[in-house]
Structure formats: structure tokens, C-alpha cells
């Protein structure tokens, strides 16, 4: 039994005698709270989401099948040390006992009930079941669906056009559904209290339920407040202990590698060419049950070289596909054994030494403690490889499985560390081919410099920024000379405006509704006609492949191209006729909240009411990501924030888009969302004697 307390937002804060039962108490609590939220990402470990969902699921399944996703977790649960495994296993235990007297019953389930017109028992949690989900949260969140991408322009448009779609948003919006981040440290000498600093926001897709979990743990061994993924054990990616503190941006690494696989068909199953001619080949058949519809048969295929995760298609007398060598499946390890040595860390050293064990995804960390230290490391496991060879998928018949590493060593940090998803400028962990724009990591340095903050409420203004990379890409294709007068008031407007994407602006607007045109007509420019042809690697791979939110991402480098360089100002005319009439950015620009009910005919969204108006843009430091072009309604951005103050835990700020229950009847479901969309973090309390007691676990 643990005893459980709510501030005033409803936030968890636990407290056990000892780490197993804190675990299976936040477990429990978790359950209770996010019992749809952490059921809906089991099922999709295991590929089984449509038996929940129906059709809505089948893309995923048949990935996460293909992947070997669950397979993965549970050789990572066997394979992990005794005391991670039991701390994983006191969790679901937890789970278990949370879903069967609460979570279980969420309302989200007997609205399907209702749709289907039938009643779908959940089953118990398996005691790997929390490293599937852990798996889930970063399987995407790689390189290698953007590696489809690049092949997909090669084999399109040829090899030298890859070049120019090389990025996330170099010189342009960030538009795809990669994870992301800013994170930033100050040391003591920069601080009114002596003491380091630590902050930052995590981006990923506005997931409702929200993706992140405010929590606090504590037992007879550490006291830790932060943010959990909900149906994980611990605070691995953002936390402090008091005495230390962390959290993590995306290393943008080459984190898997992707092979282009020859097959041919063979009595019972198939074969693979590979470097040493035609081997067999593992096949796994399976039926997703399709809720409300007939099931649909998988085979998942796992060459020496990986799992095949895409379609296969014809390839003269044979067959081709892709392949993902992960490092999580190749090694049967998924970085769990991190989770119990971050919340036992005392120091900034014990912090990376527990990252030392982390997999997938790599981060950059940033780490701080009371006795001033900060540093700043390079942490997961990445395939080895040369640059040239992270550009494009290997070739299966002449690629072999590289060898993996580890981030680079620990830098002490004496003045400010930034990390926002740039390209590193230490040789040793540039281990990624394409990384995000420099705008935003170079903002946070500017605001820090210009501004000296020296406590955590001074970077309010730097979580607020809005100044738009974008816009400093684009505008200098504004042509100069005599316009017709709808596209000269455009002009006009946007050569006056300060570059910032104010909700209330409608510079931001036009500029706004210019890009979108603008790109519209770029993506259906002839040359780039070819890109339209279906990519055919699957369905669940659209968003990585959708041809506008390619050309949004590359849109200033497509138009300084000799190829459409003849055309650029009849674009960008015709773009600025387009936008005269556009509102103020933040009528268009609103939150796209996403559940899972929203795919399903018949359900009532939850989120469809949380579309509030949103200042930012993808490439802000402010960032609400949208898909100029498509929509420019966000629906990925910043999913926390957070500010760890070393000299006082409860001078730290933190807060969440949405709130700490998944019950959309709860008053706590959203009741973050006004402050979260007005940058007004609130302050981490920690004095059990503020907070109201709750049914403590393991109750009857």
C-alpha cells in the first residue's frame, strides 16, 4: 500500500516505503487515471488496436506486427537485469489492480461498446507490457521513415534531388511527425541564486490524453517529481530529485538502419538476398481481428538484416521491401535499465552514468546538481556508421549489420548549454545525417544573452518567442518591383512585419496564407509532378510521405533550385494575390488535439472543444507545428514545459497542454490548456502539507 496526494491540479504525488511498491503504487494511480491512455498504447505495442478500434487500428497493427514490436518488449523485459525487471513487473502489477477497480471502466470503452454494438473484455497486463509501451513512444520517432522518404525522391525524382529534401526544416517550417525539442542550461555564475538552472519543452504530436504525465515518486530511497510516459515506470526523459536534475532533447541521430530487401518466394515462406547470396528468412503469420470488420491477415518478415516494415512490391521476377535493423531488437535491450538509476540519482554524474543505459531514442542530455555541476551529454545507442552511408537505405545484398555505439563523453558546462535539435558541432556526436533548422537553438542563445535570465520565471519570454524561421527563410523571395494591388498590399504588409506568428497578428496571417499557396503551387509544379506517384511502403508511413509537407519542410531550398527558378516570382505572385483576405494567424492557427475516438465513425471526439488559438509556429521556439499547405491547425508542438531550479524544487515550473486525468469528464482533463496556451507555467509544490490526501493504493 502507498499513500497517494493532489495539488490543485489534480497531479499525483505518491509515496511508498520502499521502490517496489512505489512502483506497482504508480502503476495503480496510473491505471486509475489514464486506464484508456495506457490501454489503447498496449494494444498498439502488441498490434492489437483494431480489436479495440476497428478499421481505424489496421495500419498500425499490421506495422507494429511487422516491427516485432511486442516480441521486442518482451526479449527486453527477460533480457534486462533482476531488479529492472522486477521494478517493471511491480508496475503492471499495479496496472493490473488500477485497471480492474477503475481504468478499466473509462468511458472511451463503453462509447465503443455503443458504436459496435458488442463488448470487448480487456485482458490483464502482461508483466512486459510497459516496455512495449515504452517501445511505442519512440518507434517512429527515428530517422528511418524519413529514409523512406529520401528513397522516395531518388526513385522519383533521382538521386541529386535527395540533397534537397535533406532535412526536418533547414531554412524552413518543421513539418513532419518527428520528435523534437528545446532544452537549455544555465550554470550557478549566471543565476541570482548561485544554483544551475535547467529547462525546456518537449515536441511531439498533441496526443490527448497528453503524452507526458506530471508525477511525484517518492519512497525511503529518492524523492523525484517530473513527467512520466503514462504506462512506464519512472520519469526517464524529464526529472528532479532534488539534488539533481535532468531532461532531454532529440539527438536527430541516424538511430536505425533501412535495408532495401530482394525476396523470392520459397516452398513455406521466403528468401532474402543478402551479402552471401539467398538465405531464408524468419515469417511469423498472424490475423489482426478487426472490430466491426473481417480480419486481415500479416505476415512479418525478419531477414538477417532486420524486421521487414513496409509493403512488398513486385521487382521483376521477385519482391521488395524494407527492412529496420533496430538497435532495441537487434541488442533485445529498450534502455529500461535507466529508468531505476535516474530517479536514484544524486548528482549530475550519476544522471548520465544511469544514461549510460539508455537505447533508443538518442537524446542530448542535460544535467545539473546542487553542488553546481552541469553537463551536457550525447546518450542512447546508434548503428555505426560513416555519414555517407546514413543518407539512404543500404542495399541488403552488399549492406551488412553495423556495429552499434554510445554517445559521446560528458562536457562540463561553465556558462549556457543549447540544444534544440541542430546539428551538433562536436564531430564525435554528429551521429545523425539531416537535423533540424539552427533557428530555434540560435533564438534561445540570442533571448539568453540579450535577456540574462537568473531565475526560472524569466523564461516565460523565451518559451514565448514566436519569431518564425520560416518567415527569415521566405521573405527574401518577395519581389521588389511595381505588383498588381491585391499581391502589393501582401507584399506591402509583410515586408513591414516583425517575423513574429502572433496568434492576434495578421501579418502573421498573410504571411501565413501566402506560404500556403505558395507551396501549394510549388508542390504542383511539373518537375516535382513525379513525387506524386504513390510511395507504396504502407499506409501508416502517409504522414512521413506526404508530398506538401515535404516541399513546406524544403520550401526555401526548392525555390532557389535551377530547376524552378524560372518559375519562382510567377509563384510567388500568384501566392501574394492569394492572401490579401486573410484574418489574423490565430483564427486559423488552433489547436488540433488528437484522440483516437476522432478516427472512429460514430464517436464523439473529445478533443474537437480544446481548439483554442495558438501564437507560434513549427520552426519557433513557441512551437505549435502545423502543415502549411494542408491545414494550419497544430497538431504537434510543445507537449510540456518544464524549469528545474537547483537551489529550491519549488521555485521549478512545469505544465501540460491538456491535464493529469484522461477522463474528459474530469475537471482536471484540460484544465491546463488556458495557462499552457498563454505560456503561464505553474510551480512544482512539494510540501505533503499543501497537498489533499486520495485513496491510497492497494485499497479494497
Known amino acids: 500500500m502507498a499513500e497517494v496526494y493532489r495539488d490543485g491540479l489534480g497531479i499525483p504525488h505518491i509515496r511508498a516505503t520502499d521502490v517496489g511498491d512505489l512502483a506497482e503504487a504508480q502503476g495503480e494511480v496510473t491505471a486509475r487515471d489514464r486506464g484508456w491512455q495506457i490501454e489503447v498504447d498496449r494494444l498498439r505495442a502488441s498490434g492489437r488496436l483494431s480489436e479495440l478500434i476497428g478499421e481505424a487500428g489496421v495500419a498500425w497493427d499490421a506495422f507494429a506486427r511487422r516491427a516485432r514490436l511486442d516480441d521486442t518488449a518482451r526479449r527486453a523485459w527477460e533480457g534486462t537485469d533482476a531488479e529492472t525487471r522486477a521494478f517493471v513487473s511491480r508496475y503492471a502489477e499495479g496496472v493490473r489492480r488500477g485497471m480492474a477497480a477503475v481504468g478499466g471502466g473509462a468511458i472511451e470503452f463503453r462509447t465503443l461498446d455503443d458504436v459496435f454494438g458488442d463488448t470487448r473484455p480487456l485482458e490483464p497486463w502482461a508483466d512486459h507490457d510497459p516496455l512495449g509501451v515504452l517501445h511505442v513512444a519512440h518507434a517512429l520517432f527515428s530517422t528511418f521513415p524519413v529514409m523512406l522518404w529520401r528513397e522516395h525522391v531518388a526513385a522519383t525524382l533521382g538521386d541529386a534531388w535527395v540533397d534537397v529534401f535533406a532535412g526536418y526544416g533547414d531554412g524552413g517550417d518543421e513539418t513532419l511527425p518527428t520528435s523534437g525539442s528545446n532544452g537549455w542550461a544555465l550554470h550557478g555564475s549566471r543565476t541570482a541564486s548561485g544554483m544551475p538552472l535547467v529547462a525546456g519543452d518537449p515536441h511531439r504530436i498533441f496526443e490527448l490524453p497528453g503524452v507526458y504525465q506530471q508525477v511525484r515518486l517518492a519512497c525511503d530511497e529518492f524523492d523525484v517529481v517530473g513527467l512520466a510516459f503514462p504506462g512506464v515506470p519512472g520519469t526517464p526523459h524529464f526529472g528532479h530529485a532534488g539534488d539533481a536534475a535532468w531532461g532531454v532533447t532529440n539527438a536527430m541521430a541516424h538511430g536505425v538502419d533501412v535495408f532495401r530487401e530482394r525476396l523470392r518466394r520459397v516452398a513455406g515462406g521466403y528468401e532474402a538476398l543478402g551479402p552471401d547470396g539467398w538465405r531464408g528468412v524468419g515469417v511469423e503469420r498472424s490475423v489482426i481481428r478487426v472490430r466491426g470488420g473481417d480480419p486481415v491477415a500479416v505476415e512479418a518478415i525478419e531477414t538477417e538484416r532486420g524486421t521487414v516494415v513496409t509493403e512488398l512490391r513486385p521487382d521483376g521476377d521477385g519482391l521488395v521491401g524494407w527492412s529496420v535493423r533496430m538497435p532495441a531488437r537487434a541488442n533485445a535491450d529498450l534502455g529500461a535499465g535507466a529508468l531505476l538509476g535516474l530517479l536514484r540519482a544524486r548528482s549530475a554524474g550519476e544522471v548520465v552514468a544511469a544514461f549510460g543505459r539508455w537505447v533508443d531514442p538518442v537524446n542530448r542530455v542535460l544535467a545539473a546538481d546542487r553542488d553546481g555541476a552541469v553537463l551536457s551529454v550525447t546518450a542512447g545507442v546508434a548503428p555505426d556508421r560513416p555519414r555517407g552511408e546514413r543518407r539512404l537505405p543500404l542495399r541488403a545484398e552488399s549492406g551488412t549489420a553495423a556495429g552499434t555505439r554510445a554517445g559521446g563523453r560528458p562536457l562540463a558546462v561553465t556558462d549556457v548549454a543549447v540544444d534544440a535539435n541542430e546539428r551538433p558541432g562536436r564531430a564525435e556526436i554528429d551521429l ?228 493529469a486525468a484522461g477522463d474528459p469528464g474530469s475537471p482536471h482533463f484540460s484544465d491546463q490548456l488556458a495557462a499552457w496556451s498563454e505560456v503561464r507555467p505553474t510551480r512544482v509544490v512539494t510540501d505533503w502539507a499543501r497537498l489533499r490526501p486520495d485513496v491510497p493504493t492497494g485499497a479494497a
Open 432 to 659: 545523425g545525417w539531416a537535423y533540424s533548422s539552427s533557428h530555434r537553438a540560435e533564438r534561445i542563445r540570442v533571448l539568453l544573452e540579450e535577456r540574462r535570465p537568473g531565475s526560472v520565471d524569466e523564461f516565460v519570454a523565451v518559451w514565448s518567442d514566436t519569431a518564425s524561421g520560416s518567415a527569415a527563410a521566405l521573405l527574401p523571395f518577395l519581389p521588389r518591383g511595381p505588383l498588381p494591388p491585391r499581391a502589393a498590399r501582401v507584399r506591402d504588409a509583410l515586408v513591414g512585419w516583425d517575423g513574429r506568428m502572433d496568434a492576434a497578428s495578421v501579418a502573421a496571417g498573410m504571411f501565413a496564407a501566402w506560404r500556403a499557396t505558395l507551396l501549394r503551387r510549388v508542390a504542383a509544379h511539373p518537375v516535382l509532378r513525379p513525387l506524386h506517384t504513390p510511395h507504396g511502403f504502407g499506409a501508416v508511413f502517409d504522414p512521413w510521405l506526404g508530398v506538401t509537407g515535404q516541399v513546406a519542410a524544403a520550401l526555401a531550398r526548392l525555390l532557389a533550385h535551377p530547376a524552378l527558378r524560372d518559375d519562382v516570382e510567377a509563384l510567388v505572385v500568384a501566392a501574394l494575390d492569394d492572401a490579401p483576405d486573410a484574418a489574423e494567424w490565430g483564427a486559423t492557427h488552433r489547436l488540433l488535439a488528437l484522440h483516437v475516438l476522432a478516427d472512429v465513425p460514430g464517436a464523439i471526439d473529445p478533443g474537437a472543444r480544446l481548439d483554442v488559438p495558438l501564437s507560434g509556429d513549427g520552426d519557433a521556439v513557441r512551437c505549435t507545428g502545423s502543415t502549411p499547405g494542408v491545414t494550419d491547425r497544430s497538431w504537434r508542438g510543445s507537449v510540456a514545459r518544464w524549469a528545474w531550479d537547483l537551489s529550491d524544487r519549488e521555485n521549478s515550473l512545469w505544465s501540460v497542454p491538456f491535464g
